[in-house]
């Protein structure tokens, strides 16, 4: 008799992880312009940096980290993370904010994503898009 893991039942929680050649940058971007929260931080932990970035109350967590290493990323233009706004004057507060910040918007190869979002680049190049809400 084989168990059989559900994810229904476990408390198991999201962290995607990625290495960043500016730290203070990207957390910098992720609070002020896409508005995260920082729910924790490391220093020198075995020659690593980190801060986790998440919303209040949420089930993930963004983890940045910086090291001597060399970042070598390789990205695919789909690959994005993708944020679903609450409401429509969120995402309108948030485009006025890209906008304030200079971000320009880019192009995503999903024609879904030009139409119901908004996205851009963060500082080291990764996609992000703020999906517009759907509006009953």
């Known amino acids: 008799h084989t168990a059989t893991l559900s994810l229904k039942s476990t408390l198991m929680k999201l962290r995607y992880a990625r290495h960043t050649k500016d730290l203070s ?3 910098s971007f992720y609070t002020e312009i896409v508005g995260l929260t920082i729910s924790g931080s490391f220093q020198d932990h075995d020659g690593y940096s980190g801060v986790f970035l998440n ?3 949420s089930a993930w967590e963004l983890e940045f980290t910086q090291s001597e290493r060399k970042t ?5 233009p789909d690959d ?3 944020f679903y706004s609450k409401t429509l004057a969120e995402w309108v507060e948030l485009k006025e904010r890209l906008k304030n ?3 320009d918007l880019a192009s995503c190869p999903n024609p879904y994503w030009n139409e119901h979002g908004l996205s851009f680049l963060d500082p080291d190049g990764f996609s992000v898009i703020i999906a ?3 509006i009953s």
């Open 25 to 27: 940058q990207i957390v």
């Open 132 to 134: 517009k809400p759907k």
């Open 55 to 57: 919303t209040p109350k």
């Open 80 to 82: 994005a993370l993708v």
């Open 101 to 103: 910040f200079g971000i």
């Open 72 to 76: 070598d990323h390789k990205s695919d």
